[in-house]
């Protein structure tokens, strides 16, 4: 077997998203390239590095670089991506200095707090010569790719949306303190949850031919009985000349918010996460729509009925390969090693960021104005 190309990955911050991350990407068989944590940076003790090094069973652990200053890692360690997955309050500064030191980037999403500041650092990344990436792991896994390339030029053209990503985070054992809560930190359902609901819109209305969607309505409640009204119940309209999608979000329903995180993204839900209704079959997502494994399609148009008039069903199954990140960390490697600099997904992320700053606009979702500025 030839051997695989190696890529060294430097790791911005201990968060509880890089646990999700780096174990899944670390030394997986199925993927493209070896990736290899080599340098992390954090504001804790190297003690409770390794601590977390061996709670998440990273391999070798002894020979990553802990660093207690990002800057100093941006600036001095040899590695070929960095992966920031700090609150997204934080990522603008990060990336302005990751770029100054013409640094490959994966940034968890949003890759920003606006789409102003996401414009700039694309800018940037276009002039060092990079490769910058928003961590939307969801668009390259086996269903999603299926249903843009195989399923979105058979439906016809799409009608209407539906899209929810309603997650049970918010309850009575969540202390106010929690980043959830926090909007210094970013905290906000239509930030952390909205993201994904408005790039299946994305997916749905522009995986063929991109067309001119806005929205027209946004409305919001917030968490109930919490401090600093962080936005919870939100819904969201959005309209081009053909189309209308309706994205909804909850941080506190439906579910228990009881069991431990991935418990609860695997429960089982009453509806689809997401449904795509065009002229010629639906196509329903069941949840998680973070993670979908399966493609309910059902087929309406004339040229598809069955002898009876009746519509045909079929579940389409694409199993995930563990938790699935690592598909997005193989696409920005090879961009790397391939020497094709640039940023991925630079279109789909910018509509994406501009839709969520319409929709707060909107809804008078706020944040301090530090957090905003480019």
């Not at 080599?38 to 802990?66: C, H, M, Y």
Request: hydrophobic share 40%; glycine share 4%.
């Amino acid at each position: 077997m030839e051997q695989k190309q190696t890529c060294r990955w430097a790791a911005l911050s201990l968060s509880n998203i890089a646990s999700v991350f780096l174990p899944d990407v670390l030394g997986r068989e199925d993927a493209e390239y070896e990736h290899k944590l080599v340098a992390i940076s954090t504001t804790g003790s190297n003690e409770r590095a390794q601590k977390w090094f061996k709670d998440n069973k990273l391999p070798d652990p002894d020979s990553i670089v802990v660093y207690n200053s990002w800057r100093t890692m941006l600036e001095q360690d040899d590695f070929d991506i960095v992966y920031i997955s700090t609150p997204h309050p934080l990522h603008y500064e990060e990336m302005l200095k990751a770029l100054e030191c013409k640094r490959n980037i994966l940034v968890e999403k949003p890759a920003t707090m606006n789409a102003a500041q996401y414009r700039k650092c694309i800018e940037l990344a276009n002039q060092q010569g990079v490769v910058l990436m928003e961590a939307m792991w969801t668009r390259y896994l086996p269903a999603t790719k299926y249903l843009k390339d195989e399923l979105l030029p058979k439906i016809g053209k799409v009608r209407r949306v539906y899209s929810d990503f309603s997650f049970p985070i918010v309850g009575p054992d969540l202390q106010d303190t929690s980043r959830f809560l926090d909007k210094a930190a970013g905290a906000g359902a239509l930030l952390d949850q909205g993201v994904y609901a408005l790039t299946w819109v994305d997916l749905a209305l522009n995986g063929v031919e991109v067309g001119a969607t806005k929205v027209v309505h946004s409305s919001s409640w917030s968490v109930p009985e919490r401090p600093d009204e962080v936005d919870d119940i939100n819904t969201v309209v959005l309209a081009n000349k053909d189309a209308t999608a309706i994205v909804t979000t909850s941080m506190t329903i439906p579910g228990s918010s009881k069991p431990p995180f991935y418990v609860r993204l695997s429960a089982q839900k009453a509806a689809p996460s997401v449904r795509i209704e065009a002229a010629e079959a639906s196509v329903a997502i069941p949840f998680p729509p973070i993670r979908p494994e399966e493609l309910h399609v059902q087929w309406y148009g004339y040229a598809h009925l069955n002898d009876d008039g009746t519509e045909k069903n079929e579940i389409i199954k694409k199993p995930v390969s563990g938790w699935g990140t690592w598909y997005q960390a193989d696409i920005i490697a090879a961009a790397v090693f391939n020497k094709q600099p640039g940023v991925i997904g630079a279109e789909e992320s910018s509509r994406v960021l501009g839709w969520m700053d319409e929709a707060r606009r909107l809804a008078n979702i706020t944040y301090d104005k530090k957090l905003e500025q480019v």
